[in-house]
């Protein structure tokens, strides 16, 4: 077994380009996702109201933790639509707003709810003081208290998770990077695998099995260097996420890494059972990217589960790694779980991993 | 004249290869199917999908709650009167009561909400299923602690929690925002009070004014619906497929020597190279030809101008014919297995696929997808969805025509001049 892992790292050395080349890709990857959800997104906002009333506004708007409203010329803020720099753009007005946009999106609702918020405040906050006005009661003393309505609270509000001490908060961009990330790293870890079809194919099998190299150790040998390689490979791209782009992992970035080891284990499972399946490479190239697509699809690592209703996708998403990877790492970093509630989505992706190669073994050894 | 023989050559031998149906059609319409499922209802009713189980479970009944804060009311040194006073409002402030019956009661919320009460033995098995959006946990004593920071401003002040599925975020989010609202409420009455001002004095009709918050395109287009979307989104993905096939095919030939023959028979490498290029473009136009037409057919997706359409896809199966142009050249220049053309298809195409905005819409990329040839197409289906006319494609046409053009001579730089033995 060390000695194919040795032959592996050697023909690694030899030519390291192609591996050199994917893991550079994938870094420039995570680099380009990452900034994509590094920070809010930003709505261009119109209006029609005054310069003080705009204000208000935005100021109440620009609370949000998910948005950034930034005012601009109505023309400049509709080009960004066409052109699709954005998802959609605010017209405020005297009590109604509208959201301007070219193709439905998550982010609407979301907006929808930001804005229907603000516009109530400022109304309370306008009828009140006028009220307030007709009594005789100091405006600036009673702005402030409404201002400050936190601290009149007759009851607090405190909000956990299920699992979880932390209360969950929506935060868009790990599940963005987080699918991202898992679903480019099935690509490379297949391109790992692949390889043991090539060497198969041109006898190099055949010779070892000659060798006194025990059959377990040839698979143990080539599926943990395959293992390894990819391990390496997310590893990095966590890194870069961690600390090239100083993202938010709430403390669990030790946690999310060790997620990682069934999740990659799984996805070398599942690409051995592929390649037990298919016959030659260009199934294996044609197979793979369909795998890789719809298990990111049904993952979650596209959208949040949440928002889809399908029962027969629902039940589709517990079949699919990914689904449990989405879920063990989002429940490590945002929702702070600890490990006992972790072992269920990890054991899953072991399970899973542990049958997929099982079958996929058996299937690639009954090759010719 | 040769050119022509070629190309019947290639189109027979792909048509006799059955991945690549599989890989140019099954695929996408496997992926668009999986979407259409997936995001159906959220296209047919915007928001309104989203539902919220509420769980509410009490530690302590809020009758006997009250009932104690009474008691002790009338063991505190205030006047009789005031006691009196308190004593009959409470039972209209119940917190709890009001929560049940009101808020989460109203009609606004019925669509969006459904409200079940569940006694504390059921919490864990609640929290088990993952039915439930949140549960509203009342911990024993609230309602006590509540009136005694409501009317006497003492004692500690209340705690409600709030616990939210993990799996639900956004319904949950739904809920939290409501007992916020709901908290607010209080508070504002409570800062009132301090002003001597009675929440009675003010229109509460006049809080909840109308305002309304419309979703609109711009100047009146038609929105793009999230399935218009993906169905180009993955097309345009999926049009790389060709180029990859068929420089694989031109790579086998030849690997086969097939290519030597062809040279032999006195056919120029320019024939080959075009005749290459030229199948791209046939199969990668038919292909998205066939995925629209599926689209059509099964999802009703309805095209607004058929003949922008039929010219964009004429457009980007050009761009794909330089593609495969260039695999081609590039696989035979190196004469290194497939490594070019596995490379394409599995890193290239998909972070091609990624900037063009096929998984996800472009937003924080200022643009960089309409620089790709798949992203430039997407954006011109995109805007004849949106019912625009010639001149608001064409720069993406424009864009599409250099990526043929360019690749197309990059392609002819490249290819061997003379075949290596």
Redesign the interface.
């Known amino acids: 077994m060390v000695s194919i892992l040795m032959v592996k790292c050697k023909m690694l050395m030899r030519n390291p380009w192609?591996f050199i080349?994917?893991t550079v890709?994938m870094i420039g990857?995570a680099f380009?996702?990452g900034?994509?959800?590094s920070?809010k997104?930003?709505v261009p906002v119109f209006t029609q109201l005054s310069d003080s009333d705009t204000n208000e506004l935005i100021e109440q708007l620009n609370t949000s933790n998910a948005f950034e409203y930034i005012v601009m010329d109505e023309d400049e803020a509709?080009e960004q639509?066409?052109?699709?720099?954005?998802?959609l753009a605010v017209q405020l007005a005297d009590?109604?707003?509208?959201?301007?946009?070219?193709?439905?999106?998550g982010n609407?609702?979301l907006v929808?709810?930001e804005?229907?918020?603000a516009?109530?405040t400022l109304?309370?906050n306008a009828?009140?003081l006028e009220?307030?006005e007709s009594?005789g009661?100091?405006r600036v003393?009673?702005e402030e208290?409404?201002n400050n309505?936190?601290?009149?609270?007759?009851?607090?509000?405190?909000?956990?998770?299920?699992?979880?001490k932390d209360?969950?908060?929506?935060d868009s961009r790990l599940q963005?990077v987080f699918g991202?990330s898992l679903f480019?790293v099935i690509?490379t870890i297949?391109?790992n695998v692949v390889s043991i079809l090539t060497e198969k194919k041109e006898g190099v099998w055949d010779r070892m099995i000659l060798s006194p190299v025990r059959k377990w150790e040839m698979y143990v040998g080539n599926l943990l260097y395959s293992f390894m390689l990819g391990y390496l490979q997310v590893l990095l791209v966590f890194c870069v996420f961690k600390f090239g782009l100083d993202f938010n992992f709430y403390g669990s970035f030790l946690k999310t890494v060790v997620i990682l080891i069934p999740y990659v284990f799984s996805i070398v499972a599942i690409s051995i059972l592929v390649a037990g399946i298919v016959k030659d490479?260009?199934?294996f190239?044609?197979v793979?990217?369909?795998i890789s697509?719809?298990m990111a699809?049904?993952g979650g690592a596209?959208?949040?589960?949440?928002?889809?209703?399908?029962k027969?996708?629902l039940l589709m998403s517990k079949f699919v790694p990914l689904t449990y990877g989405m879920?063990a790492l989002?429940?490590a970093t945002?929702?702070g779980?600890d490990w006992v509630t972790l072992l269920y989505p990890m054991g899953m992706m072991t399970l899973m991993g542990v049958v997929f190669i099982g079958v996929g073994i058996r299937l690639f050894d009954r090759k010719a | 004249m040769m050119i022509g023989q070629l190309l019947k050559k290639n189109i027979f031998v792909l048509m006799r290869n059955k991945h690549i149906f599989v890989i140019l059609l099954l695929m996408p319409i496997v992926l668009i199917s999986i979407l259409g499922f997936a995001l159906s209802d959220m296209m047919n009713q915007e928001s309104s999908t989203l539902e919220a189980r509420v769980f509410l479970v009490e530690h302590s009944s809020e009758k006997a709650d009250a009932q104690r804060f009474i008691e002790d009311l009338q063991q505190s040194a205030l006047p009789a009167e005031a006691q009196e006073g308190i004593a009959t409002a409470v039972p209209a402030l119940l917190p709890i009561q009001i929560l049940k019956e009101h808020v989460f009661a109203s009609e606004e919320l019925q669509e969006n909400i459904m409200f079940k009460i569940a006694s504390p033995d059921e919490l864990s098995n609640i929290k088990k299923s993952e039915d439930a959006s949140v549960i509203i946990e009342v911990p024993e004593g609230f309602t006590y602690q509540f009136l005694q920071q409501l009317f006497l401003g003492q004692g500690e002040k209340p705690v409600l929690l709030l616990l939210q599925n993990e799996g639900k975020q956004i319904s949950s989010g739904m809920v939290e925002e409501i007992l916020a609202n709901f908290q607010e409420q209080y508070a504002l009455s409570a800062a009132l009070q301090e002003e001597n001002m009675s929440m009675q004095a003010i229109n509460q009709s006049d809080m909840m004014n109308n305002i309304t918050i419309t979703e609109e395109s711009v100047d009146k287009r038609p929105i793009v619906s999230a399935l218009t979307y993906y169905t180009f989104g993955m097309s345009t993905m999926f049009v790389f497929y060709v180029a990859s096939s068929i420089a694989s095919m031109a790579f086998l030939e030849r690997d086969n020597h097939v290519y030597n023959r062809i040279l032999l028979s006195n056919v120029s490498r320019w024939s080959y190279v075009s005749s290459v290029a030229c199948t791209g473009l046939i199969f990668s136009f038919c292909q998205l030809g066939i995925l629209f037409a599926f689209m059509v057919i099964f999802y009703g997706v309805e095209i607004p101008d058929l003949s922008m359409l039929v010219v964009i896809t004429i457009f980007l199966s050009f761009s794909i014919s330089g593609f495969t142009a260039l695999l081609t050249a590039l696989s035979f220049r190196s004469g290194n297995a497939n490594s070019f053309v596995d490379m394409f298809q599995s890193v290239v195409v998909t972070v091609l696929a990624f900037l063009g905005g096929s998984f996800f819409p472009i937003e924080a990329f200022k643009g960089i997808g309409q620089f790709t040839p798949n992203g430039a197409a997407l954006q011109a289906y995109l805007l004849v969805f949106q019912e625009y006319d010639w001149e608001a494609i064409s720069g993406h046409m424009l864009a599409m025509f250099i990526y043929g053009v360019v690749l197309l001579g990059l392609a002819v730089v490249i290819f061997p001049r003379k075949e290596r033995a």
Do not use: C, H
């Open positions: 192609m080349v994917l890709a990857f380009l996702v900034a994509n959800f920070g997104v930003k509709l639509v066409v052109s699709n720099e954005t998802a009590e109604e707003a509208k959201m301007v946009l070219t193709s439905e999106g609407t609702s929808y709810y804005l229907l918020t516009y109530q109304e309370r009828t009140i009220a307030a009594f009661i100091d003393s009673l208290r409404l309505l936190q601290d009149y609270n007759i009851f607090t509000i405190e909000t956990q998770g299920f699992q979880a209360s969950p908060m929506y963005g991202f480019f690509y297949a391109f490479m260009t199934q190239n044609v793979m990217p369909l697509v719809s699809m049904l596209y959208w949040p589960l949440e928002i889809v209703s399908s027969l996708i879920e989002k429940g945002i929702y779980q």
